[in-house]
């Protein structure tokens, strides 16, 4: 991580103006990200945006308007004022993510003359290739876990607030500190604890409405077991967002006897896609890659188009059939 590190801040110390960006429909990780990242680079005495799609901030999910609302302090950037901001020297730090079409403004990657990528997830064929640094570790368990070793690395003070947006960050990534965990995971979330982050707030960042908490119930009401113990769930929704099937999948590793889960639902029209979870002992990436995908061994995914979701359902039970 170091030598990360020494390499950011060498490349970094080139500009003196840098926007931050990360995905679309942000979470308490891209956001928590962004704003570390932001205050260590005002405190090395850069000028450092936020880039957010959406002006109005009640249009983001509640955990992030609050996160937002917040830590006000922050300077951030709209479609409608970044143009200002944007010259030749200005250096675009892409976090959380790593395709085009899945940041905030995709534009933005094109229109920057200098990007930066770092990512905690698995890396896509369709990854950004024009980049001064590009970075993915795909072993660490949340991209805030990566940036707040960099402000540890200069001993920058995250402040109350910042450091309780990053705890929630790590939280909703690991579901509850329960996956992708290492001992780097522990020590940033007690470093972050030290920062202040404070515990109640946290909870109040986390909470979820009502509906949402029984729509994913009614998912998981629906799921059944296969061989004894695999889990599986066909949401039953079209549109179904890439992170609720991951949601379904992680929350079905919590029932008893479950060793491995997998959630298939539609993306979008003619593109299915499956998320799946395992304990450990079962390597699920050896699933997703017979169809098509891929991932680690606790934490893989594939997507298929041209298929029902119900055609989907049998080929991923046949291919387990013929593995088990
Ligand atoms: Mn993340």
Wanted: proline content about 2%; aromatic content about 8%.
């Amino acid at each position: 991580m170091e030598t990360l590190f020494h390499k950011l801040t060498e490349v970094l110390s080139k500009y003196d103006n840098m926007i931050v960006m990360s995905h679309q429909n942000p979470d308490l990780d891209a956001i928590g990200s962004s704003m570390g990242l932001c205050k260590i680079l005002t405190d090395m005495g850069k000028d450092c945006y936020i880039f957010l799609s959406n002006k109005n901030w009640k249009e983001y999910n509640s955990s992030v308007w609050q996160a937002l609302t917040r830590v006000p302090e922050m300077k951030y950037l709209y479609p409608s004022t970044y143009s200002s901001v944007l010259k030749e020297n200005t250096v675009l730090i892409i976090l959380d993510v790593h395709q085009k079409e899945r940041v905030e403004y995709p534009s933005l990657v094109e229109e920057a003359k200098s990007v930066i990528v770092l990512d905690h997830h698995i890396k896509d064929n369709s990854y950004i290739k024009e980049t001064e640094l590009f970075y993915i570790d795909s072993t660490m368990s949340s991209m805030v876990e990566l940036i707040g070793h960099y402000a540890k690395f200069y001993g920058v003070n995250l402040g109350v607030l910042i450091s309780t947006v990053m705890l929630a960050g790590m939280e909703i990534d690991t579901n509850g500190f329960n996956l992708k965990t290492t001992e780097k995971t522990f020590e940033m979330a007690a470093y972050l604890t030290s920062m202040g982050a404070d515990s109640v707030l946290k909870q109040t960042l986390l909470k979820e409405s009502k509906d949402d908490y029984l729509r994913r119930a009614d998912f998981i009401k629906s799921s059944f077991i296969f061989h004894k113990n695999i889990a599986m769930c066909v949401v039953p929704v079209p549109n179904c967002a890439k992170e609720s099937l991951a949601e379904v999948a992680e929350e079905l590793l919590n029932f008893e006897y479950v060793e491995a889960s997998f959630a298939i639902g539609e993306l979008q029209e003619n593109l299915v896609g499956i998320s799946a979870r395992s304990m450990g002992d079962f390597d699920v990436c050896e699933v997703m890659k017979k169809l098509g995908g891929g991932g680690h061994a606790t934490n893989a995914a594939c997507q298929i188009p041209d298929k029902t979701v119900k055609e989907v359902e049998k080929m991923l039970k046949k291919v387990l059939g013929e593995m088990l």
